[in-house]
């Protein structure tokens, strides 16, 4: 019924005309009736009105039930407002755009925001999908510390089978694969999950089917992991390598060399928790050759119905003393040592994995932008405060005609709706542009990448922004221009000197919010700003990154059998690459720093390190990190030798037991880099002691914020895979570097390609510089800087506006005194100082106040910071001049038109 009502409202026009037909129908009928009766024309017609009982009052009652008055009055004063925005373009111009602004980049933010952090993982039940992670305190120098200990082999085996906490579990590790027979040779982003890891993500194939146990069929090789003859794609893949061809089930694809069954295609949009892959392979352990050791796997699990974290935690420590008593690292190997490293569960929702430390990046950003918010209400409060004091006649004399104060309210209160969604309409239309330029300048590892849109959340909350900024700066000016005093107000409407100071201290307040949250953001930007800098000052283990290019290639053994062999073939790739022209030097090695690719097949990422001079009194020493590399590469990377030499490839064709280590070492095993020349280290019980030749500077492996592990660099064909077996095995896995000022042109990859597959033809050839690995380490940073400098430079121009604003407006209300003034003689530069010093005094109290508030605030960014301290001393220096020199320019400009004033022309117009 009231929805009916509320119809009729919008079609009342409509309604009007007809019940005007249908009383003339009904007066005519009365006419007509009365004439019947022998009554003349014109007695007919009054006997007719008199029956009826007046047409107006009919009209007037038949409106009264229509009438609602709430939307009614809505309905007038929207009317109202918009004639006097079409009458005033300029003011509503201003006050949209400036809305539009703030509302749009608050937008396209939580657009970000809500995509990555507030909406549920995109798996089916995605509160019950667990990280398996672990702490380890005790394990000294172990490499994943700060991301905690992943999962060995032998563990994940142990927890598959031995837990009551899960409905499935799983784990999965990221590498890379060459593809041949489709098209060019290609290297790919390979996947391995275990035949519990699809089960616990439940996430159906769009196509063909998951893996299965028999899946892992085939010749065990001599290593943990067995052969996997079936792979799934991704759906990028699918398409791109066969345009979605659903006949592709039961196809094979050449990987490795090998032909694999494609048994399954994975939804669009699917990923292994961070990371993306073309192809998924499966990982299925031999037990016979699984050791406690092999900690490379990250895994996921499901928990089973109404179990927490809390008791699956309980449940894994539970476990850990089943881990350790079922497995070795091999003959003269003590299982107990583990037992010092303290392992203790740690497991954490899956999201919280997924976003990682992205959260406070994207917090701070939002809490920024949602400053900037704050800084264009103020304005659109002082402009809505001026626009009140010019309608202050036509407010009296609303008042004095009878309209309650809040009805005034009530009507300036819906003009400020109306502005504030007609800003926020254009504001959406900004943060789709916005998000599309949030997205290009984000850090491409951006978790939820996929996933961030402009949905129905988002315009939610545009809708709800728009509302309460609309309220929060049209709430001002209604209540201060409709007090009980507006009445008396109308007999001093034109006289300038009864302007209140009451009214300008309220524009006032609202320019020192202004600048106090200006320079809050300011400081902010300034702190990033001084990070970057400190950032770019570290020494990351490598020179000219612009000059290194790069490529990662995988060796097969089905292609290059034996470690020999290998060796051979990326020496010759290494001689063809450093006789390319303009090349200074070429090398390889099983990563360079900051790559950040995951399991290196065949080859140790880490482990403990055994001195022959200095016996671990413990029995346990410390996990350090482990690489490989060839002859030269640290002279190719700039890695800088701090003493002894590189090795040469005569001692690595001969087998020659050598190593080099890092400086930071050096220093903890034998005191100085010079010391550790000479000595002798191994990694397990039944390896040859590796004389060290060796030391180079520390390198930044994981991203210049976190610190440089203590690092052992074993040559290419000398790292032993087993305790059990005293044999070479070469890195298959590897990355070459070249050193050229060419690095990066067309021409000179061309000509890497033809130098690589001169070689072998087989081989994939994915070049990119370090340059790009180096930015991509630094994006997270470059994005909260990038993002951090927009807000500050938003706010400190609409802080500048205000400043302008309330100076301007001070001229136009002071000109009779000024005109006094200059009529008594006083000098144009005194009254430009006049209304600079104003602008000062505003400007220094927001100044006091955001400082303190910046001190405060800007503690909640200290995990983004590197270098400085919340309250880096030059930033909290420089940031206040900054600002006080825009709000002298920002004062000076209306001051100039205060002096231009005519002194006869300002005491006439009093």
Not at 19 to 32: I, R
Not at 358 to 383: E, F, P
Not at 733 to 757: D, H, K, P
């Amino acid at each position: 019924m009231i929805w009916g009502r509320v119809i009729d409202v919008f079609r009342r026009r409509r309604l009007d005309t007809e019940l005007e037909s249908q009383l003339t129908y009904h007066l005519d009928a009365l006419e007509a009736e009365a004439r019947a009766r022998g009554l003349s024309p014109d007695d007919a017609r009054a006997a007719a009105r008199r029956a009826m009982g007046g047409l107006t009052q009919v009209q007037d009652a038949y409106r009264d039930q229509l009438r609602i008055p709430v939307i009614d009055a809505l309905w007038q004063d929207g009317r109202y407002a918009l004639r006097a925005m079409r009458h005033n373009l300029t003011f509503t111009v201003v006050v949209v755009l400036t809305l539009a602004l703030g509302i749009g980049a608050n937008a396209a933010v939580f657009s970000v925001v809500n995509s990555v952090l507030l909406k549920p993982l995109s798996y089916p039940r995605p509160e019950e999908l667990v990280a398996l992670r672990q702490i380890a305190p005790g394990a000294q120098g172990l490499a994943s510390s700060a991301d905690g200990l992943v999962l060995s082999p032998s563990m994940y085996l142990t927890y598959a089978e031995n837990n009551r906490a899960f409905e499935s579990l799983g784990v999965w590790v990221a590498t890379s694969s060459t593809v041949t027979g489709v098209g060019e040779p290609e290297q790919v982003r390979i996947i391995g999950v275990t035949d519990g890891f699809l089960p616990a993500l439940a996430v159906p194939a769009a196509a063909g089917r998951w893996f299965v146990a028999g899946d892992a069929g085939g010749p065990r090789p001599p290593s943990v992991i067995r052969q996997w003859p079936t792979v799934m794609l991704s759906y990028g893949y699918w398409q791109r390598r066969f345009g979605g061809d659903r006949s592709v089930i039961g196809r094979t694809v050449i990987v490795d060399s090998i032909p694999r069954e494609i048994v399954g295609v994975m939804p669009q949009g699917f990923r292994i928790v961070t990371a993306e892959a073309d192809l998924l392979f499966l990982l299925a352990f031999d037990r016979g050759r699984a050791t406690l050791a092999g900690f490379n796997y990250q895994g996921v699990a499901r928990l089973k119905p109404g179990t927490t974290i809390a008791q699956a935690n309980a449940d894994m420590a539970r476990m850990v003393p089943i881990w350790m008593a079922s497995w070795s690292d091999g003959p003269g190997t003590d299982s107990r040592a583990y037992e010092t490293w303290n392992i203790a569960p740690a497991l954490r929702p899956l999201k919280q994995e997924i976003v990682g430390s992205v959260t406070d990046v994207l917090w701070v950003v939002m809490a920024t932008i949602g400053l900037v918010m704050l800084i264009a209400c103020a304005n659109v409060a002082n402009l809505l405060l001026v626009r009140a004091e010019v309608r202050q006649k036509e407010l009296s004399l609303r008042a004095a005609l009878g309209a309650s104060r809040g009805r005034i309210v009530w009507s300036l209160l819906v003009e400020s709706v109306l502005l504030g969604l007609m800003g926020g309409a254009l504001g959406v239309g900004l943060a789709y542009a916005g998000l599309r330029v949030l997205l290009a300048i984000g850090p491409a590892n951006l978790p939820r990448l996929n996933e961030i849109s402009l949905d129905a959340r988002t315009l939610g909350f545009t809708v709800v922004l728009s509302l309460l900024s609309s309220v929060l700066f049209g709430l001002i000016p209604a209540l201060k221009y409709t007090g009980p005093r507006i009445s008396a107000a109308l007999g001093s409407i034109g006289r300038t000197a009864s302007v209140s100071r009451e009214r300008h201290h309220v524009r006032s307040v609202l320019v020192v919010v202004q600048v106090a949250i200006a320079l809050v953001l300011l400081v902010s930007a300034g702190l990033m700003i001084r990070t970057f800098q400190s950032i770019r000052t570290v020494e990351p283990g490598f020179t000219e990154p612009d000059r290194l290019q790069m490529m990662r290639i995988f060796f097969s053994g089905s292609v290059v059998p034996g470690a020999e062999r290998v060796t051979r073939m990326q020496n010759d790739i290494q001689d063809k690459l450093a006789s390319i022209p303009g090349v200074t030097s070429a090398a390889f090695g099983s990563q360079m720093p900051m790559e950040g690719f995951g399991l290196n097949l065949g080859v140790l990422n880490f482990g403990p390190v055994l001195t022959e001079d200095r016996p671990d009194p413990s029995g346990t020493p410390p996990m350090r990190s482990f690489k490989y590399a060839s002859p030269g590469f640290f002279r190719t990377a700039g890695t800088r030798l701090v003493a002894g030499r590189e090795m040469t490839w005569t001692e690595v064709h001969g087998l020659r037991p050598i190593v080099m280590i890092s400086e930071s070492l050096a220093r903890e095993l034998w005191g100085t880099p010079a010391a550790a020349i000479g000595k002798h280290l191994r990694h397990l019980p039944d390896v040859p002691w590796h004389e060290v030749i060796g030391v180079v500077q520390d390198v930044r492996e994981n991203g210049v914020y976190q610190s440089a592990p203590p690092t052992v660099y074993w040559p290419s064909i000398s790292a032993y895979v087993s305790p059990s077996a005293v044999r070479p095995n070469a890195i298959r896995q590897v990355t070459f570097i070249v050193r050229s000022e060419r690095a990066g042109t067309e021409g000179f990859l061309n000509q890497v390609r033809q130098a690589v597959w001169s070689v072998n033809s087989s081989l994939p050839v994915s070049p990119r510089t370090m340059r790009e690995v180096y930015d991509r380490s630094l994006a997270p940073t470059s994005f909260t800087l990038v993002m951090l400098a927009i807000a500050a430079s938003m706010a400190l121009l609409l802080g500048v506006v205000g400043i302008y604003g309330v100076i301007s407006y001070a001229v136009s209300q002071r000109r009779r005194e000024i005109g006094i003034r200059a009529a008594l003689g006083a000098q144009q530069g005194e009254l430009k100082r006049m209304f600079v010093r104003h602008g000062l005094a505003l400007a220094g109290v927001g100044v006091a106040i955001g400082l303190g508030a910046a001190a405060g605030l800007t503690r909640l960014m200290s995990t983004l910071l590197y270098g400085i301290t919340p309250l880096d001393p030059l930033t909290y220096a420089v940031v206040p001049v900054i600002l006080v020199i825009a709000t002298v320019l920002a004062s000076y400009l209306p001051a100039r038109r205060a002096v231009a004033v005519d002194p006869v022309e300002a005491l006439g117009s009093e």
